[in-house]
C-alpha cells in the first residue's frame, strides 16, 4: 500500500509540470535492491496505463531482477564502435523521440562511451527531463560527489564515477532503499548480488560489516538531508532572502581546491543557500606562466564548482587577501572557507601570516572564517 500510494504521489507531480519530474532511489551499495524497485514501479505504472519506458536498466545477470524486465516497453540501446569493440549505451535522442510520459534510466554516475551526445548519463537525463519527460533513476550513496571523501575515508577507495550533489538537489523525489549490513551480506554470500568467484573478495574489501554500517548512516543521513531541504524550499517558496552567503577561495592546486569546493558546498546544502567559488590569480599564475598541469587543475576544479551549483568567480590580484575582503563587502558575503597552507616551512609562514590578516580583517566584518583541512 505505501508503495503504491508513492508511484501515486509520483504521478501526480508530474502532471502539474511541463518539465519532467525526477525520482532518484539511494542506496548504501549494490545489491540493495535499487533496479529491482525501479522496475517494480514501473510495472505499477504500466498496470494503471501509465505510458512508461525502459531507457536503461542493467540487471547484472540476477534471475529476479531480470524477470521483471521481460514484459515492460524497451528502448533500444545505441551500438557504438570504441577501440575496436562494438558497445551499447543509452539511446538519449531515442527516447526523446518516442517521448514516452515515465522512462527508467538505471546507473546514474555512469560515465559513457566516448563519442556520446554527452559524457555522462546524468547529463542525459537532465536533458531528457528537459524534454518534458519524467525519469526514474538510481545511485549509489559512493558516487555523490560531495560525499567522495568521507567514502575514500571508509572504503580506502576513491570512486572515479560521481554525481554532483546539484543533481540530486533538483530531485523531485528521493528515496532511500535501506537494508542492514547482515541483510545485504547475506545477499551477496547467497549469490544475488555478484557472481559466486566474486564473493569472497567482495567480502573482504568492499562489503565488510563496518563499511556497510557507514556507508549505510551516509546514505539514510542524505535522504533525510534532501527531503529536509525540499520541505524548507517548499515553505519558503517566493520568499528569496538568504542569510547566508557562502564564499570558497581556491587557489590552483589539485585536491586542496577540490576539497574546499566539496565542503563548501555541502555546508550550503545544509544552510540552503547558494555559493560562490573565486580564484584569485596573481602574475605568477598568468596564462601564460601557469604550468600546464596546474591549469589542468584549476579548470577541473571550477568544471566541479559549476557542476555542485557555484557561481564562478575569477579575480586578477597580486593582493589576495584584500581582493577577499574587498569581493565579500561588494557580495555581502558573511562565511569564507579557505583551504589550509601547505606544509613546506615557507608556504606555511606565507600562508600563517596571510591568514592572520585575512582573519583579522573578516573578523572586525563580523564574517566567519572556515580553514578546511
Known amino acids: 500500500m505505501e508503495k503504491q500510494d508513492s508511484v501515486q504521489r509520483f504521478l501526480e507531480l508530474i502532471r502539474r509540470s511541463h518539465r519532467g519530474k525526477f525520482k532518484v532511489y539511494i542506496g548504501m551499495s549494490a545489491g540493495v535492491g535499487k533496479t529491482y524497485r525501479m522496475l517494480q514501479e514501473a510495472r505499477q505504472l504500466l498496470d494503471a496505463g501509465v505510458d512508461v519506458s525502459i531507457g536503461y536498466i542493467e540487471t547484472h545477470g540476477r534471475t529476479e531482477t531480470e524477470a521483471l524486465v521481460e514484459g515492460l516497453p524497451l528502448v533500444p540501446r545505441r551500438r557504438l564502435f570504441y577501440k575496436g569493440k562494438e558497445l551499447e549505451e543509452m539511446d538519449t535522442l531515442g527516447i526523446i523521440n518516442l517521448h514516452p510520459e515515465i522512462v527508467v534510466v538505471d546507473e546514474l554516475a555512469h560515465t559513457n562511451i566516448e563519442g556520446s551526445g554527452n559524457p555522462k548519463r546524468w547529463q542525459d537525463v537532465m536533458q531528457i527531463l528537459d524534454a518534458g519527460i519524467s525519469v526514474i533513476s538510481a545511485v549509489n550513496i559512493q558516487h555523490i560527489e560531495g560525499l567522495n571523501e568521507a567514502v575514500e575515508k571508509i572504503t580506502g577507495i576513491e570512486v572515479r564515477e560521481r554525481v554532483p550533489d546539484s543533481?540530486?538537489?533538483?530531485?523531485?523525489?528521493?528515496?532511500?532503499?535501506?537494508?542492514?549490513?547482515?541483510?545485504?551480506?547475506?545477499?551477496?554470500?547467497?549469490?544475488?548480488?555478484?557472481?559466486?568467484?566474486?564473493?569472497?573478495?567482495?567480502?573482504?574489501?568492499f562489503f565488510t560489516q563496518d563499511n556497510l554500517l557507514q556507508l549505510r548512516e551516509l546514505a539514510l543521513k542524505e535522504v533525510a538531508l534532501r527531503v529536509e531541504k525540499k520541505v524548507e524550499n517548499q515553505m519558503a517558496e517566493g520568499d528569496k532572502v538568504r542569510h547566508d552567503k557562502l564564499l570558497a577561495v581556491i587557489d590552483s592546486s589539485e585536491k586542496r581546491a577540490r576539497r574546499v569546493i566539496r565542503k563548501t558546498a555541502r555546508m550550503a546544502t545544509h544552510l540552503n543557500t547558494s555559493f560562490t567559488v573565486l580564484y584569485i590569480q596573481s602574475d605568477r599564475e598568468a596564462a601564460d606562466r601557469i604550468p600546464l598541469a596546474r591549469q589542468r587543475y584549476l579548470m577541473n576544479n571550477l568544471n566541479l564548482a559549476a557542476e555542485l551549483g557555484g557561481e564562478i568567480r575569477r579575480e586578477h590580484s597580486n593582493a589576495p587577501v584584500e581582493t577577499i575582503v574587498g569581493f565579500c563587502r561588494e557580495q555581502k558575503i558573511n562565511i569564507v572557507c579557505v583551504g589550509r597552507p601547505e606544509f613546506s616551512l615557507i608556504s606555511l609562514l606565507k600562508g600563517a601570516f596571510g591568514l592572520r590578516r585575512l582573519t583579522g580583517k573578516l573578523s572586525r566584518m563580523n564574517i566567519d572564517l572556515f580553514i578546511f583541512s
Open 167 to 205: 543533481v540530486l538537489a533538483m530531485a523531485d523525489e528521493v528515496v532511500n532503499i535501506d537494508l542492514t549490513a547482515d541483510e545485504l551480506i547475506g545477499r551477496l554470500k547467497a549469490g544475488k548480488i555478484y557472481r559466486p568467484d566474486k564473493i569472497a573478495a567482495a567480502l573482504g574489501n
